[in-house]
């Protein structure tokens, strides 16, 4: 018997039409016609999804398990998004909840290059939680940016990373951005202090290579990359054809509530290669709940399956004064990201960024 | 002043907070950091989003509509849904509903190379509806995949597609397959009717390429993509490469409810390039509804913006003795897909295609 991978759907239904659904699942997800014409006998044994397990949540609402043949994937990363939850995407009362994969899909994506231990190395910092800004807003030329990078570098910042808005506008080309920054950061008087800039990928999967290129002419070893907008498989391809550059993972167009974010920027992109995952925190702009949050977490820095673990990112409105609290939260394995609140500062956001990162070095961890 | 592109949501808000999501949404779509934080005066009249109306559709929800500038696009496709949803993508209470987008953004992306026109031109079908039907299972090897196509063909069907399911797995390598259903149908006595076989292609950009080169070999010039799946930005960079070449888009991992279906399938994915788009016809398998499915033809066909019509492919669960039905729903520019009920006819294949396609072609338009 070949081996499986176990798909874990949550289903608004009523219980007397459970079973059925589950059923219809598990066909559309495989083989996606009726069983009655399928005469095939290896097609009706491995190919077709399998309803293993179906128990209600709460009122109206089930865990359905299914499995699907490894064989469906192949070693394609778009082609296991399009196995779990393609055409099912499309259905309104279905998310995907979790996936376990067997060993050999998991050896065959191979999990993140660097991870959290990479990347605390690349800057020097061993042990605590490590910071990050933001480049923005977009419509700056290169040059404003790169001061703005300057005096994040002099407030002490372990990243700065570009705003996921900014691609290859007119008004700052990624090439010229990246040289600029680059220049910048080299010059800054960090109180020696390693600082890496974080410049953002976008376009097809050769425009996205020049940029690494690019990147890497300037010493830039570190980008970001949205893997829904590039695509899974093209996300995965940049990663193992660059195995010296760490992939920070943004979830923009990672929707809502439809794949379930614990597993799609916690396990999947982990899994694919992020060295470490941007996530919208409980209480910012944005509706992720704390459990969410702790579970997505927990999902991208867990021991399983022997993957490096991937830096945890909440973001998304953060300020210095939930320092603390967030450290209390998350511990000294993540990636504190603040943007917006320290750019509100203007002419003191060198000393601004210095409050926050005194603020994450000083913290007794509890 | 530059050119602006205006992004039309609808967000569940009660009247006295809309005004300030709807800031909100702007903001977050194009700088996304408190506007007391940015001195630059270009980015203050140019870059932030824009609130250009507010209105309320019904109890309880709006319709938003915000302009931003096309610079902050430039002329990629990934880009483009960037700046139009990506952050906003997860909040849960808003969906993207449509999109008008200036001349030049128009212009740089295109539209089909062949369209409604050209897929009739491929078939000899100047006139009529088109029929197509599907290869599945997978799991099934590529010699009997090639002698259902023969069957089809030998039904007198227009175009048959992969299922959106078959890649390039062990069972069925995408280059065995494409040459095994291509000498079946070169070797088919299909009345000397023109047939095309549509395969399916996956995975990152280079391989898909080079799945477009070995259809190419064995005399295939029309291929089915996901571009969800693929990266938008890929999808439209092959269909710059390949001008030659048509492309049948599948809505699988284009998620439900979140960007309204007329737009991402109708408008977008014609806008970069889609000759014919596969969608959910309402009563099938799926939930969208007849408005849902008159909008989403209309979007592809319609003769706005100079651009070749794509052509409405409504599937999903459809049946023969459903055809007239959809002939007047939809008219003649369409093409209508049945690929299980076809199948589930087993041995009498040929013959259920041979109805369908009876059908299809003795409708007499009302």
Known sequence: ?????????????????????????????????????????????????????????????????????????????????????????????????????????????????????????????????????????????????????????????????????????????????????????????????????????????????GQIAAAGDAGVDTVMIAPMIAGLSNFHRLVREHPAVAFLAHPTMAGAARIAPPFLLGTLFRLLGADAVVFPNYGGRFGYSPDTCRALARAALNERDGLRPSVPVPAGGMTTDRVPEMLDFYGADVMLLIGGALLDARERLTEATAAFVAKVHDFKYG
Chains 1, 2 share one sequence.
């Open 1 to 209: 018997m070949s081996s499986r991978l176990h798909a874990i759907y949550q289903v608004r239904s009523d219980a007397k039409s459970i079973e059925a659904r589950a059923q219809a699942i598990a066909v559309e997800q495989s083989v996606e016609m009726p069983l009655s014409a399928i005469a095939d006998d290896f097609v009706r044994r491995e190919i077709v999804g399998r309803v293993e397990a179906v128990a209600e949540k709460e009122q109206g609402l089930f865990e359905v398990r299914i499995s699907l043949a490894a064989e469906t994937v192949g070693s394609d990363p778009g082609q296991l998004i399009n196995m779990l939850f393609g055409n099912t995407s499309l259905h309104d009362d279905v998310t995907l909840h979790d996936v376990v994969l067997p060993g050999e899909l998991i050896k065959c994506f191979g999990g993140p290059h660097h991870g959290l231990q990479g990347l605390r190395r690349r800057v020097g910092a061993p042990a605590r939680a490590l910071t990050c800004s933001a480049l923005k807003p977009q419509g700056l030329p290169a040059a404003r940016l790169a001061e703005l990078a300057l005096r994040f570098a002099q407030g002490g910042v372990d990243y700065i990373k570009d705003d996921h808005g900014l691609a290859d506008q007119a008004y700052s080309p990624f090439r010229e951005r990246v040289e600029a920054v680059a220049a910048a950061l080299r010059a800054a008087p960090a109180g020696g202090r390693a600082v890496r800039y974080v410049p953002s990928l976008a376009g097809d999967l050769d425009t996205m290579r």
